[in-house]
Protein backbone atom coordinates (compact mmCIF):
# COMPACT_ATOMS: atom_id res chain seq x y z
CA UNK A 1 0.00 0.00 0.00
CA UNK A 2 1.00 4.06 0.50
CA UNK A 3 3.21 5.34 2.66
CA UNK A 4 3.68 8.62 3.21
CA UNK A 5 5.98 10.08 4.85
CA UNK A 6 6.07 13.61 6.35
CA UNK A 7 8.52 16.02 7.55
CA UNK A 8 9.34 17.79 9.99
CA UNK A 9 6.58 16.92 13.01
CA UNK A 10 7.31 20.66 14.24
CA UNK A 11 8.31 23.97 12.94
CA UNK A 12 8.65 26.95 14.38
CA UNK A 13 9.08 30.11 12.78
CA UNK A 14 9.21 33.98 13.44
CA UNK A 15 6.41 35.71 11.81
CA UNK A 16 6.82 36.69 8.03
CA UNK A 17 9.38 33.74 7.50
CA UNK A 18 8.52 31.44 5.37
CA UNK A 19 7.81 27.59 6.37
CA UNK A 20 7.87 24.71 3.78
CA UNK A 21 6.89 21.25 4.94
CA UNK A 22 7.85 18.00 2.39
CA UNK A 23 6.05 14.98 2.19
CA UNK A 24 7.37 11.68 0.11
CA UNK A 25 5.18 9.06 -1.07
CA UNK A 26 6.02 5.27 -2.20
CA UNK A 27 3.27 4.52 -4.81
CA UNK A 28 3.76 5.50 -8.42
CA UNK A 29 -0.04 5.35 -8.86
CA UNK A 30 -0.95 8.09 -6.42
CA UNK A 31 -2.28 10.69 -8.41
CA UNK A 32 -3.77 13.16 -5.83
CA UNK A 33 -2.24 15.48 -3.47
CA UNK A 34 -4.09 17.30 -0.93
CA UNK A 35 -3.09 19.19 2.00
CA UNK A 36 -5.40 19.82 5.39
CA UNK A 37 -4.62 22.64 8.07
CA UNK A 38 -5.81 21.35 11.34
CA UNK A 39 -6.31 24.10 14.19
CA UNK A 40 -7.07 23.49 17.75
CA UNK A 41 -10.90 22.31 18.36
CA UNK A 42 -11.52 21.84 14.62
CA UNK A 43 -11.15 19.17 12.28
CA UNK A 44 -8.78 19.15 9.28
CA UNK A 45 -10.06 21.51 6.75
CA UNK A 46 -8.35 21.32 2.98
CA UNK A 47 -6.62 24.89 1.66
CA UNK A 48 -4.73 23.06 -1.39
CA UNK A 49 -4.47 20.51 -3.53
CA UNK A 50 -2.37 18.98 -6.93
CA UNK A 51 -3.07 16.44 -9.34
CA UNK A 52 -0.32 14.52 -10.78
CA UNK A 53 -0.01 16.46 -13.91
CA UNK A 54 0.69 19.84 -12.37
CA UNK A 55 4.19 20.70 -11.19
CA UNK A 56 3.02 23.49 -8.94
CA UNK A 57 -0.16 25.22 -7.59
CA UNK A 58 -0.13 28.89 -5.83
CA UNK A 59 -3.25 30.18 -4.02
CA UNK A 60 -1.97 33.41 -2.51
CA UNK A 61 0.50 32.76 0.42
CA UNK A 62 0.91 29.36 -0.52
CA UNK A 63 1.95 27.19 -3.15
CA UNK A 64 2.36 23.10 -3.21
CA UNK A 65 4.96 21.65 -5.60
CA UNK A 66 5.11 17.76 -6.77
CA UNK A 67 8.27 16.16 -7.98
CA UNK A 68 6.30 12.93 -9.83
CA UNK A 69 9.90 11.49 -10.35
CA UNK A 70 11.47 11.92 -7.30
CA UNK A 71 8.01 10.97 -5.37
CA UNK A 72 7.93 13.94 -3.51
CA UNK A 73 5.48 16.77 -2.82
CA UNK A 74 5.92 20.35 -0.30
CA UNK A 75 3.54 22.81 1.01
CA UNK A 76 5.43 26.30 1.13
CA UNK A 77 4.14 29.31 3.33
CA UNK A 78 5.31 32.91 2.76
CA UNK A 79 5.25 35.31 4.96
CA UNK A 80 3.45 33.82 8.09
CA UNK A 81 1.44 34.91 10.24
CA UNK A 82 0.24 33.52 13.55
CA UNK A 83 -3.03 32.62 12.07
CA UNK A 84 -1.76 29.74 10.29
CA UNK A 85 0.09 28.41 13.15
CA UNK A 86 -1.85 24.84 12.98
CA UNK A 87 -0.77 21.36 12.65
CA UNK A 88 -0.73 20.81 8.62
CA UNK A 89 -1.44 17.42 6.83
CA UNK A 90 -0.09 16.21 3.54
CA UNK A 91 -2.21 13.09 2.03
CA UNK A 92 -1.74 10.93 -1.29
CA UNK A 93 -4.61 8.95 -3.44
CA UNK A 94 -4.22 6.39 -5.87
CA UNK A 95 -6.57 4.24 -6.99
CA UNK A 96 -8.02 3.49 -4.41
CA UNK A 97 -9.27 6.36 -3.24
CA UNK A 98 -8.59 5.79 0.27
CA UNK A 99 -6.11 8.42 1.16
CA UNK A 100 -2.71 7.93 3.30
CA UNK A 101 -2.32 10.72 5.37
CA UNK A 102 1.63 12.09 6.51
CA UNK A 103 1.97 11.87 10.43
CA UNK A 104 1.28 15.86 10.72
CA UNK A 105 3.75 19.61 11.34
CA UNK A 106 2.95 21.01 14.00
CA UNK A 107 3.76 24.89 12.83
CA UNK A 108 3.88 27.39 15.76
CA UNK A 109 4.13 31.08 14.06
CA UNK A 110 5.61 33.63 16.46
CA UNK A 111 4.62 36.63 16.60
CA UNK B 1 -17.97 25.19 4.22
CA UNK B 2 -18.38 21.91 4.33
CA UNK B 3 -21.99 20.55 6.07
CA UNK B 4 -20.86 17.74 8.19
CA UNK B 5 -22.03 17.25 11.73
CA UNK B 6 -20.64 15.51 14.42
CA UNK B 7 -22.43 14.77 17.64
CA UNK B 8 -21.48 15.29 20.93
CA UNK B 9 -18.55 17.09 20.94
CA UNK B 10 -17.11 15.87 24.19
CA UNK B 11 -18.33 12.79 25.69
CA UNK B 12 -17.02 11.28 29.25
CA UNK B 13 -18.52 7.99 30.75
CA UNK B 14 -17.82 4.94 32.81
CA UNK B 15 -16.09 1.51 31.89
CA UNK B 16 -18.63 -0.86 30.17
CA UNK B 17 -20.84 1.67 28.58
CA UNK B 18 -22.37 1.40 24.82
CA UNK B 19 -22.26 4.13 22.93
CA UNK B 20 -22.26 5.50 19.74
CA UNK B 21 -21.08 8.74 18.18
CA UNK B 22 -23.33 10.12 15.47
CA UNK B 23 -21.89 11.34 12.28
CA UNK B 24 -24.00 12.99 9.76
CA UNK B 25 -23.48 15.14 6.08
CA UNK B 26 -25.91 17.01 4.14
CA UNK B 27 -23.83 17.01 0.53
CA UNK B 28 -24.94 13.80 -1.06
CA UNK B 29 -21.52 12.39 -0.49
CA UNK B 30 -21.14 8.73 -1.11
CA UNK B 31 -17.69 8.00 0.57
CA UNK B 32 -17.27 8.34 4.35
CA UNK B 33 -14.59 7.19 7.12
CA UNK B 34 -13.98 7.46 10.86
CA UNK B 35 -10.76 8.53 11.82
CA UNK B 36 -9.06 7.93 15.18
CA UNK B 37 -6.81 10.75 16.12
CA UNK B 38 -3.99 10.26 18.83
CA UNK B 39 -2.59 12.89 21.11
CA UNK B 40 0.48 12.82 19.20
CA UNK B 41 -1.58 14.06 15.94
CA UNK B 42 -1.80 10.70 13.95
CA UNK B 43 -4.80 10.21 11.29
CA UNK B 44 -5.96 6.12 11.95
CA UNK B 45 -8.59 4.97 9.19
CA UNK B 46 -10.70 2.56 11.42
CA UNK B 47 -13.80 2.85 8.93
CA UNK B 48 -15.08 3.51 5.98
CA UNK B 49 -17.75 3.25 3.66
CA UNK B 50 -18.68 3.17 -0.15
CA UNK B 51 -22.09 3.94 0.12
CA UNK B 52 -25.36 2.66 1.47
CA UNK B 53 -24.96 -1.41 2.74
CA UNK B 54 -21.13 -0.51 2.60
CA UNK B 55 -18.43 -1.28 5.63
CA UNK B 56 -14.81 -1.25 5.40
CA UNK B 57 -12.56 -1.69 8.14
CA UNK B 58 -9.33 0.52 8.24
CA UNK B 59 -6.38 0.09 8.61
CA UNK B 60 -6.05 0.28 12.55
CA UNK B 61 -7.66 -2.46 14.03
CA UNK B 62 -11.01 -1.14 16.31
CA UNK B 63 -13.47 -2.43 18.35
CA UNK B 64 -16.17 -0.28 17.26
CA UNK B 65 -18.49 -1.03 14.70
CA UNK B 66 -20.08 1.26 11.75
CA UNK B 67 -23.60 1.26 9.65
CA UNK B 68 -24.67 2.88 6.79
CA UNK B 69 -28.21 2.82 6.33
CA UNK B 70 -28.89 6.47 5.08
CA UNK B 71 -26.84 7.99 2.50
CA UNK B 72 -26.27 10.81 5.06
CA UNK B 73 -25.44 8.85 8.19
CA UNK B 74 -22.75 7.21 9.49
CA UNK B 75 -23.08 6.07 12.97
CA UNK B 76 -19.97 4.60 14.81
CA UNK B 77 -20.83 2.51 18.15
CA UNK B 78 -18.63 0.89 21.00
CA UNK B 79 -20.29 -2.25 22.75
CA UNK B 80 -18.71 -1.91 25.92
CA UNK B 81 -16.26 1.34 26.15
CA UNK B 82 -12.85 0.76 27.90
CA UNK B 83 -10.18 3.37 28.87
CA UNK B 84 -8.19 2.51 26.08
CA UNK B 85 -10.62 3.75 23.73
CA UNK B 86 -10.12 7.52 25.05
CA UNK B 87 -9.35 9.30 21.79
CA UNK B 88 -10.78 12.33 19.08
CA UNK B 89 -13.11 10.47 16.86
CA UNK B 90 -13.18 12.46 13.03
CA UNK B 91 -15.42 11.79 10.72
CA UNK B 92 -15.24 13.03 7.27
CA UNK B 93 -16.77 12.27 3.49
CA UNK B 94 -16.23 12.42 0.07
CA UNK B 95 -17.30 12.41 -2.90
CA UNK B 96 -17.43 8.55 -4.77
CA UNK B 97 -15.21 9.40 -7.72
CA UNK B 98 -14.02 12.28 -9.55
CA UNK B 99 -10.35 13.92 -10.20
CA UNK B 100 -10.14 16.15 -7.23
CA UNK B 101 -12.34 14.88 -4.37
CA UNK B 102 -10.69 15.96 -1.12
CA UNK B 103 -12.15 14.62 2.24
CA UNK B 104 -14.59 16.89 4.44
CA UNK B 105 -14.39 16.64 7.79
CA UNK B 106 -16.01 17.24 11.04
CA UNK B 107 -14.97 18.89 13.99
CA UNK B 108 -14.81 15.43 15.94
CA UNK B 109 -15.94 14.24 19.18
CA UNK B 110 -13.61 14.20 22.09
CA UNK B 111 -13.88 10.78 23.95
CA UNK B 112 -12.87 10.23 27.70
CA UNK B 113 -13.33 6.66 29.37
CA UNK B 114 -12.85 6.35 32.84
Known amino acids: GENVEQHPSTLSVQEGDSAVIKCTYS??????FPWYKQELGKGPQLIID?????GEKKDQRIAVTLNKTAKHFSLHITETQPEDSAVYFC??????????FGRGTSLIVHP | EADIYQTPRYLVIGTGKKITLECSQT?????MYWYQQDPGMELHLIHY???????EKGDLSSESTVSRIRTEHFPLTLESARPSHTSQYLC?????????????FGNGTRLTVT
Open chain 1, 50 to 54: IRSNV
Open chain 2, 92 to 104: ASSELEGANSPLH
Open chain 2, 27 to 31: MGHDK
Open chain 2, 49 to 55: SYGVNST
Open chain 1, 91 to 100: AARGGSYIPT
Open chain 1, 27 to 32: DSASNY
